[in-house]
Structure formats: structure tokens, C-alpha cells
């Protein structure tokens, strides 16, 4: 069989470096990955192709990359299943990280953002002689989130980094809920006031991407959401993110759904002299997302079954 | 020119060297590690299974793990060497989880144990099966917190030799292609095995034996160099591994018949006798014609799905994404692959080589723990035992080295044979044919079962493809993370690599551990109780001996 890899390339060594595509038709075989057909693409066409790969088993994290627009490992992607019947693949370098070269992007504020979570564990002391003793059931769930193999495609495809570089990021903070959740470390108070700042815990929008496009099952906006509850429990519930929280569910009670325009000032306080800082500091996020046409619409109405939407929110009260 | 300059530079970022890192740096050195690879990225992630240690506080022996380790190793492992190792395992797996290992527990919250190859006691520790990745994170978390200087995505290309002491490596940027002189009053090489020399292997595209071949060219002696472990099960098609611990775990081996044909080459220890007896078990089978498609078959199913998804799950993914197989569904066809080699520069049990101020750990080095055959989850416990020792060792040696004046002339070697690659003529070769040759050479003549004809074969065939070599062309000329330059220099240190492996083949004249000779069956204690070192000399390798180091153990025949 016959595969058209339409791969984004950049030279910045080129006159005028300018990321363009390059179509590249080779044979593979029905089992290949995508990086079986890259490797090849490297070895038989064009050896100037960079891209990184190692353990061909989607454990070193090295070859993660925008296949059909989706952020992937490479080696853990068959090409049938992205060809979806055509003969044409699209392959292009992770985003929201600067590209070096074709495939390969600076990782440098992946792992910088990583640094910033402390992330080594500070345990209680004095140590015990022997192992700390802990559930079994608390170190299997911590094992899905220490799975994470720190390739970046969820930061790849994060619509807040997209917009807002200086948020954590997923991979970041599902790094923090390893420490968080882990029964040894003794920092979650520190932990959990850090992450609530301004770039933690409370600017993930839950828009699900992170945890479809992660090859290793760790969830992030899970891990996310439990680093939440937790900071709330923490006390940690009078900051703006958490306010946020509260805004976001009284919004979408007033109207059924979420606008947009009112949670800035809702969640600062339009009157609060604090909030003069961060609500500067949207300012330029706005003007992005108009640039984006990701603006919400100015005039806000309720949608048509607003009053189904009130009810199950009583509901949820009643219960509580 | 920048000046680098540290007390202690580690050359690898896999577990020996990060373990390495902090040791040193707990020892006051300044120190840095320098990798061709971000530290996570290290082949140390893939280690599945686990890591041996004898706890004693639980009441486990730790002479118990030292008799298998050296039944294990076929009675070629040094016994003192051996002897530190486990002894240290305990103290070592408490300091592991102390820094932050989610290793799996008991029902008490105790570290949990699976049973592994070789043993009769379950002390292997581990987390799920992501043991290799989930030590790596946390070593790396303590590298983190230490501050410690890496060189990140800087390939080494060469030792820096001043007066007969290392002082020192040169180093290609690869995002810059600059060439660097970083100096080091000590070195330590823990730059991991040399798998990739074999086609297939277990092991990643990275894993190309660099330390091995420089520390070589240096005048440090390799030794054992012919013990190349075969894996039993590594997956059909592209030889990826499926752990020991689903043997550990209880999975059988079939055969056509449906046979578990274990019994038939060891009845007491079946499926989990040592790996060089079971590679060659089922590689006797698939050439008897009792295989599948050039496979045996390793059946899980009664395991349980849920066990397979909570302690195998990792292979249970690849197996699904590469044969389309639910191990709680189906068995999956695995042979034998490259996974390993004992063999390495030669050191004693802290980590020094036979040059001064060079150092070396982990699978660059032999100790040696592993004789002719390493136990499955004993070579994370010799990365991290020996890392902290050579680190340790390292930095008391730094601290009274002193200075040396180093010249800067010392990079243009290598910077001329840069050159040289690249303004070769392009032909029709290129580094890739020439690895995969090298690959299926060494798979075909130097593998499970070996003869002198083969090997003879192979090492012929491995001069003619070092000619070849030297005539080859790097075919693109960018400075910034030229990859083709990169492979290129790599298979100039492969080629050496599986020179030194075909040469120590064929200097051993019986069979032991993994180097098994179908035209000398058998083992000769009388004459070979000794490990083979080669040099590198004017007229190409030459062989030395050393007598094997035995304290409590005398060789017994080996059966399991
Ligand atoms: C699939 C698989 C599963 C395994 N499972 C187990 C197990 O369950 N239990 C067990 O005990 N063992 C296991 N092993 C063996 C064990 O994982 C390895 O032997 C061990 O991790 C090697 O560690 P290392 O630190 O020596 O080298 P590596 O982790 O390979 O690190 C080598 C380092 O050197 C660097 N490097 C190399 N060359 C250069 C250069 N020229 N310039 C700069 N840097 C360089 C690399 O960047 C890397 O950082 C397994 C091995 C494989 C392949
Ligand atoms: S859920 Fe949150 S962290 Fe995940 S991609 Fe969306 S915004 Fe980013
Ligand atoms: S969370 Fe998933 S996608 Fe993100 S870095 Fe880790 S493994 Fe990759
Ligand atoms: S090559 Fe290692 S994750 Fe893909």
C-alpha cells in the first residue's frame, strides 16, 4: 500500500525560513505507525528530516506530534487508522511549543513549567527506617498519573495555552496532583496555595482536550478538577479561581449557559482595587481571542429551556 | 570558545548516571550530566518488570539473591562484586522509595514483591509495569531539586586524555551543531547498552553503545563483551519487550501442540528458570518445528483481566496496539531478541576503569554482576548501586586530582572527521543500510546459537561494512539538529562495538551463560573460568584474560 505523508517542514537554516509542507509517497506495510513511515521517509528519502523517536513503544515520550491535527505519539498511531480512506496523511510539529526544526519543537517551557510545581517529594519528617507504609489502592491510582511520559501533546493541543502561554498546563499540573495525592508528601497546603494562583488549577476552561488526546491515559483535567476539590477543602476558596467556580455554576443558572463577559468581573469583583491587575492582564487574552473570532457574543441571552436548567440546579442544592 | 568546566561530568542521564549525578553532588563536586537525550527520555524507561533486593528487615537473606545471581550468571560473575550488590539492594530500594517510588504494596501498605527468572523467592519490587519510568521520573524529580547542570541534547564524540588520565569529553550541540571541550577532572560514562548493534532489539534507537566504544578507543579494557543476553519474549515483528514479570505473574510458554514445553528443559523453575536457558528453550522449539510462525506463544489468559490490567497493563497496551491482541483474550506470539549485554568497560566495585579518572556504571560497565547471564531485574539495582558508588568515588578522586592545562586543539579531530563526513561525495550507501547490516549480522552469526563458521562470518562481514563506513557520506549539511550527522557518528562507534562483541565470541571456546556454542556444547570450568578483556591496538582488538573472582561459591553444574 501506497501513503502520502504531507509533513510541515522548517529550516531555520533556509534564506527565509518560512514552515511550509512537503508531500512525501511512500510503501509501508498494513501494521505500520506513523513513525514507522516517517523513519523510512528519513532513511530511503530525505535524511535531512528531523523529528525525534527512540523506544518505538510509547514509553520514552519522545515522539509526539500533530497527526491529522490531533496532538499523538507517533509510534503509537497505525497509519490506517488516521487514513480514514484516503491516501493522504497530514503531519505536523506539536503547538504552543516553538519549533526548532521540521518535527522537533522546543521543550524548554514544557520542563521549566514542570520545575515550577516542586516537583520532588517533600515528605514528612523524620523518615521512617523502613518503607513509608501506604495503601496499595493510593499508590495504583497515583501510577495512572506517574504513566505520564511527559511527551507534551496534551500541552500540544491546551486551548488555554493557545491563548494564555503562562498557565501550567496539564502535564504540569497532573505532575502537581502526583505530590498532591501521594499519602507521603507533606506540602499540600504550600502545593495547593501555589496552584491556585493566577496560571494554576483555576485557569483550565475543562475544555477535555487534554485527556483525549493523551496517549497514556493520565487524564490531566481530571487530576486538574481533583487538585480543585482538594484546594477547596484547603481552605483555598476565597481566591478568584474559586470564585470563578462559583461564577461559572451561577451563570449558567441565571441563563443556561455560560456568559462569557460577566465571569471576568463576577469572579475579581468589578469594585475590588485587586482585581485592577488581573483584569488589565485579560486584556491582551481578549484581544487575542478576537483575532481568533473565539470572542464571546456581547448581548448574552438565555437560551430556550433556561427554566429546565434552574430546575436541575435546585435539584443539585436540595441534595446537597 | 565557551569554557565548560566541572569536578565530575556524568555522560548519561539514565538511571546509573542521574544516580550517579546526585551522589556526586552529595559529595560536594560540581557537577553536571551531559545526554544526547533529555534525562526522562533515557532507554531506562523502558524497564518493565521490576528491581531484585533482599529486604532484610523482613526476614530475606541476602546471600540467597547473591547464590542466584551467581548461579544465574553461569559462575562468571565476580563473586566481591556480587557480593556488594546485594548486600546494598535493601538500603538502596528503602532509599528509593524514600525519594518518592510508588512502588506497589501488600495489603499491609508494605512494598509488594512478583517473583522474577532465576529465583526462587519473590523479591522483586515494582510499580505496575512501568518499573524503568517511574524510577527515571523520580530520579529526575531529585536531579530537579539538586540544581545540578545538564547538558541537554549533547552528544558526546569524544574522551579528552591528558597524560594518561581522562580530563575530560568533546561534545557536539545538537541544537547549535557547535563542537564543545567541556573539562572534568573525572568522568563518568554511564551511557547505557549497545542493543542496537543487533536487528531486531529490544532496546531503543538510541541505545548505540557510545561509552563502550570511546571509553575503547581511549585504552580502556571492554570485558565479557560476548555475553549478549537474548530476551525469551519479545513480541513478534518489531522485538518489542513483554516483561519476564507476566512469566513472574504466572504466564505459561505453548508451543504448537500446546505444550508448556518448559518442563522439558527445566522442570523445577519451568517458565521462570534464567533467561539464557529459556531463550534457548524456545528457540529450540521454533527451530524443531513446534513454533508458530516462527513464534512460541505466551499465554496470560488465566491470569485474569484484572490483573493483566492493573500489574501488566503497559504490555497489555503495546500487545494491542501491535498485534491487535487482548492478553486476557488470546496469548501473543513472542522468540527470543536482543535485549541486553553483560559485558562492558571493565571496573571495579567503584566504578573505576583501568584509566584514571575515568569511571563507568550501569550497562556501559561490567563489574561484573551479571557474569554470562544477567537475572531479570538485577540491572536496575546495578545501575543505581554502582551509580552512587562511582559517584561517590568520583568526586573524592576530583577533589585532590588538581589541574591540568588542556590544550583546545583537543576537539579538532574531531572536528575535521565532521568535516570529513560532510564533504564526502554522496554514493548509494547510506548509514542506515550499513546499521541494518550490521544488525542482521549479528542476529544471524552471534545470537542465541553461535559456531565459529558464524562467527567467523560475522566479524569478516563487520570489516567489510567498516570499510564501507569509511567511506560514507553524511548527506545533509545544516548545523541545527542534523539527525543524519548524528546516526552516522553513532554507527562509527556500533561498528566497534560489534567488533569487540565477534572477537570475544570467538576467543571463548566453550559454552557458558549466554554465549553458547552449538560446536562446544559445553562448559569448561577447568579452562574458562575467566572473563575475556580486549584492547584496542594498532592491528585491531587483542584479547586479554582475567580469572573470575570467587569468594563462597565454586562452580556447580547448572540446572533449573
Ligand atoms: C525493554 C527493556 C526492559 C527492561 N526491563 C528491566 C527490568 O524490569 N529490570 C531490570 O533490572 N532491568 C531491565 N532492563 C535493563 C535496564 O533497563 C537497563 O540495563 C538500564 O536501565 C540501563 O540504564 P543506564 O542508566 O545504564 O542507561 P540508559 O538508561 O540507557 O541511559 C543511557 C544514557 O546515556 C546517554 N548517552 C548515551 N550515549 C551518549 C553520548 N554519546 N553522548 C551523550 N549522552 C549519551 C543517553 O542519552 C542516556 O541518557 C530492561 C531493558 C529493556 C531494554
Ligand atoms: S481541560 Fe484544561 S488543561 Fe486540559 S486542555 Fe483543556 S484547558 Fe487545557
Ligand atoms: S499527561 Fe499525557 S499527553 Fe500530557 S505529557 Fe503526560 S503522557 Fe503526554
Ligand atoms: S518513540 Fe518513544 S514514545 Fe514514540
Redesign the pocket.
Known sequence: MQVTLAIKRFNPESDKPQPHYEEFTVDVEEHFTV?DSLIKVREEVDESLALR???????????AMRVEGHAT????TKLISVMDGQSKVRIEPMTNQPVIKDLVVDMKPFWDKIRDVEPWLQPQEPEPEDEYIAPNEAMIHLTGVMGC?M?GACVSDCTVLEVDPNFLGPAALAKAYRFVGDPRDDADKHRLKELSKYTGIWDCTRCYECVEVCPKGVAPMDRIMALRDRAIAAGFDGNYGARHTEAFSDLVEHSGWLDELRMIPKTFGMFNPLSLGPLLGMIPIGLRALRRRKLPPIRHKSIPGVKNVRRIFKKVEARK | MAVYEHDVLVVGAGLAGMRATIAADAGGANVAMITKVHPVRSHSNAAQGGINAALTSRGDDWDDHALATVKGSDYLGDQDAIEVMCSEAGDTLIELEHMGVIFNRDEEGHLGTRRFGGQEVARTFFVADITGQALLQVLYEQIVKSQARIYEEWFVTSLVMVDGQCRGVVALELMTGQLHLIKSKAVILATGGSGRVYEPSTN?LIVTGEGMAMAYRAGAALMDMEMVQYHPTTLKGNGILMTEAARGEGAYLLNSEGDRFMEKYAPNMMELASRDVVSRAVQTEINEGRGVDGCVLLDLRHLGRELIETKLSYINEVALDFVNVNLADQPVPIRPGCHYIMGGIKTDVNGATTIPGLYAAGECANVSVHGGNRLGANSLLDTIVFGRRSGHTAATYAAEAGEKAISESVINADRDFIKLLMSREPGNDSWAKIRRDMGDTMNEHVAVFRNEDGMQTAVKAILQLKERFAQLAVRDNSQVFNTSLLFTMELGFMLDVAETICVSALARKESRGAHYRTDIPERDDENWMRHILVHASPEGPSIDYLPVVITRWQPQARSY
Open positions: 513513525l523517536c527512540s523506544c518505538r513503544a510509547s514509553i520514552c515520550g519522545s515522539c505519539l507517533a509510534c503509537k511520559i511527551c | 531503543g
